[in-house]
């Protein structure tokens, strides 16, 4: 069987089941973070996302850019359980044609990120390969009590964005900020019932949620923020690494958050039971079954 | 500038001193591991390991055998530490054209590391990729008071390794037992001076000791345990990837190890001060001054 058939999650079931944990691992692979015992009152978060020159980037793009990317979707990750990133470690697999300067402006682009959120960069490892690949693993934090999954939307949740979606492809993919300010703004003041970012894209993503937390959703196109730059409303459902987050919050939490005039969150839709399914509601008002597309590794 | 003239060791050294660290890191990049921070009495040990098709393993290997020592070379950089490894993370780039059951090979190889060791696999990252390459990051433990560095060899120091030299060519490379239980039970019993695994080739690694510690040494080739299977001495000597441990106790720990009547560890020579330089005696009793080579990335 070719891994296309099976794709990316099929083959992420089929890891998962294999794979004994012990007493320590809080949450292991399935959210955007694994979840681990720290101390009393805090849990570790770990995780590490791989680029590759020619699907994450291209050669032509400015390695600035490519390592600033590198780490920012890790970081995003460590947001999306509403934790502060702490340490990381990167791989370079690196063309050996590849000239001094291009290295020193992707480190650049990396302590850039590493600088903005304090981040210790403590380690590497350095591989000769054919195309240019960015591995980094990061380390975050989380107090126990503020930690958020996907496996925890309920029924009757609303559904809301960081910010506006759909203009990845025209570069923001690689000048994105990672939401860790709003996700630590959200985790003081809200109680958070689930989040995720969105790498995939945001239906993609949202069905992660869903899945996950055995639920089905509603969502409003007249309320979704579509950025100026994307081309249509499928740009801002389906199109990857807007690196927004996707949250919900219990009907009387939207209500605080909506009351509180801030503005960096726009309401999206809402978490209905797993039989409704995945609903986009047009704006005549004509309810459409979303189908499962968004992009694929595999 | 291209990178093979600045040579991976350069560029490490270019990157270090870029690089803010904040106090909850003990130790940065230039160990086997970071050292952070973790607990009154525990550090936490952090890396990471790429591998490369076409560079660190063959198309037409088994990928059982490459799962396996994808894991095994982070574990083996934890016992370097002195360090008990717990959690992983592994980025897995593939190719498009690989199947379900290759990578069903993959995984059962890299469990079979992660039961052996006790190490929890906590999360992982696809992409798609060209050629296959696999990174493993992961966490350790060690007592604070066994944690063992590079830096810290000691003029007077005897230098011991853990296994024989020079077979790793002859697949010991993909089937190597990472050295956490002789790592465990030299803590245990003894004061550890420095420690590092033979990555790179027994006398590249050496001289990470001896340049962290601004020291020498004197090896002698009569002591050199070479593996059966290496065609001659440059073998034991140079060849990368044999993953045993080189380390140095005092005169007084030495003895006590020698004494002791365990045959794992053999000495091979001593530390002394950083002007005498890298000298083996050879059969004869003729000293010579060892040249700077062993694998190289670029």
Redesign the interface.
């Known amino acids: ?6 794709g ?1 999650f099929g ?2 079931e ?2 998962k089941k ?5 007493s ?2 809080i949450k ?2 399935g959210d955007d ?2 979840v ?1 015992e720290y ?1 009393k009152d805090k849990y570790q978060l ?7 020159e ?3 980037f291209l050669p032509k793009e400015d390695p600035y850019l490519i390592g600033r990317k590198a780490v920012a979707i890790s970081v995003s990750d460590i947001a999306a359980c509403a934790g502060i990133p ?2 990381c ?6 063309p ?6 291009f ?2 402006k992707l ?2 682009g990396m ?1 850039s990120i ?2 903005e959120f ?1 981040i ?12 240019l ?1 960015i ?1 980094v ?1 990061i ?1 975050g934090l989380v107090q126990k009590s503020k930690l958020v999954l996907r496996s925890t939307a309920k029924v009757g949740d609303k559904i809301f964005v960081t910010g506006n979606l759909g203009g990845s492809i025209h570069s923001k993919h690689l000048k994105f900020t990672p939401r860790v300010k709003e996700s630590q703004y959200l985790a003081r003041n809200f109680k958070v019932n689930s989040m995720i970012d969105i790498s995939d894209g945001f239906i993609q993503d949202l069905r992660h949620i869903l899945y996950q937390s055995k639920a089905g959703a509603v969502i409003y196109e007249k309320m979704i923020p579509q950025s100026p730059k994307a081309k249509n409303l499928n740009d801002a459902l389906y199109s990857g690494e807007d690196f927004e987050l996707i949250f919900t919050l219990s009907a009387g939490e939207a209500k605080k958050l909506i009351l509180s005039g801030n503005k960096t969150f726009k309401m999206v839709g809402e978490v209905c039971s797993e039989k409704c399914g995945l609903v986009l509601v047009d704006k005549t008002g004509k309810k459409n079954k979303l189908a499962d597309k968004g992009f694929k ?2």
């Open positions: 069987m070719k891994l296309e058939k099976l990316e083959l992420i089929r890891f294999f794979i004994p944990l012990d320590s691992v292991g692979t973070c694994a681990l101390s770990f995780t590490c996302d791989m680029i590759v020619g699907v994450d702490r340490h470690v990167v791989s370079l697999g690196m050996r044609n590849k000239t001094v300067e290295v020193d480190l650049k302590l590493a600088r304090k210790n960069l403590v380690g590497g490892d350095l591989s000769c390969s054919q195309r690949v591995d693993s380390l590794h595999f």
